[in-house]
């Protein structure tokens, strides 16, 4: 029976009060195992961020329990066994790309040869050689949201979040994104959920989350 790395009963977050308060998401119940890979869809404001920064322990719930009985508590999940690869900017200014991507094994001890070497080649399977030793400001958002995707895998985690990893790519640089990120999650059977307007990229998983008005639907095979 494969593990169960997140449990979520009734989870709901809510920013502000009274009638100027702000729903995110609205009573989540679900479950994500080993080896599951999950499209997360809905409009645009429906909730897929905040849900995805609930599951990594980024943010606390404003109601309803969130465990993660096969990783730990929410102290011990980064670095380590989740990993998430953001939407919007999150290299580090000061650090070249392989850095920014080397970096999840140096803080968890990884000798820096090793994890250097480990960097390069994740770089390489996702067309970044050229920018290796360029700082994320010399390099284009598309190419930032590739390193940010390989600084996310870099550690080997257990469950992978991908907000719009395909978001700022063309439909070829998308489909070789997609193919390396498969392949990891494949070959060291982590769970994967990835939030998309894509409904290709949605369609190469198996399982389809939605979120509508804040609130989670889980569901079976996609149907895109």
Excluded at 145 to 157: F, K, N, S, V, Y
Excluded at 189 to 197: E, F, N, R
Aim: charged content about 15%; some cysteine.
């Amino acid at each position: 029976m494969t593990d169960v790395l997140v449990r979520a009963s009734a989870l709901s977050r809510r920013y502000g009060n009274g009638q100027g308060a702000v729903i995110a998401v609205a009573g989540a119940t679900f479950e994500i195992r080993e080896g599951d890979r999950i499209a997360l869809t809905g409009p645009s404001g429906s909730g897929k961020t905040s849900l995805l920064h609930l599951i990594a322990a980024l943010d606390q719930p404003s109601a309803g329990v969130i465990e993660w009985p096969a990783l730990g508590q929410a102290g011990d999940l980064r670095p380590g066994p989740v990993a998430i690869a953001f939407q919007g900017p999150s290299l580090l200014p000061p650090l070249t790309v392989v850095e920014n991507v080397a970096l999840p094994a140096l803080l968890a001890g990884r000798a820096e040869k090793a994890a250097m070497a480990a960097a390069r080649v994740l770089i390489d399977r996702l067309g970044l050689a050229d920018v290796a030793s360029k700082l994320p400001e010399q390099i284009s958002g598309g190419q930032a949201q590739r390193a940010g995707l390989a600084r996310a895998l870099m550690g080997e985690p257990r469950l992978i979040l991908a907000d719009e990893p395909t978001g700022q790519l063309d439909q070829g640089s998308a489909a070789a994104l997609m193919d390396v990120l498969l392949q990891q999650v494949i070959a060291t059977h982590a769970a994967l959920v990835v939030a998309t307007h894509d409904t290709t990229v949605a369609g190469r998983l198996p399982l389809r989350w939605t979120m509508t008005e804040r609130i989670l639907q889980t569901g079976g095979p996609c149907t895109f």
